[in-house]
């Protein structure tokens, strides 16, 4: 019934593909395959898994910088127009440099 269909995930990974297991660790794979069935693998490793004080530092920066990244955003004000009088004749290098400006918007 149920066992043996529960069985059969465990004993193809354990038989199959030419492996050879110690006791130790033919024991913690199929932990391992019993808590990825059981969907309990990923809370049991984490449950006992420490992070080290720099992975920590490091996770309370990325949660600081998501902060920041949700503050409201100012709206921009855009592009201001204008233009600045030459006082000087147009054939003046200022002159030239005033004729390129205008051609190039």
């Known amino acids: 019934g149920a066992m043996e269909s529960n069985q059969r995930h465990i004993s193809f990974r354990m038989k199959k593909r030419g492996m050879h297991w110690s006791e130790l660790g033919a024991e913690a794979m199929v932990k391992i395959k019993q808590g990825i069935l059981n969907g309990t693998l990923r809370e049991v490793y984490l449950k006992h898994r420490s992070r080290s004080e720099r992975k920590q530092r490091n996770l309370k920066q990325s949660i600081r910088m998501s902060q920041l990244l ?19 004749s147009s054939s003046s290098a200022m002159g030239h440099l005033s004729k390129i400006l205008e051609l190039s918007f």
């Open 70 to 88: 949700k503050q409201p955003v100012r709206p921009s004000v855009g592009v201001k127009h204008g233009s600045v009088a030459l006082h000087s």
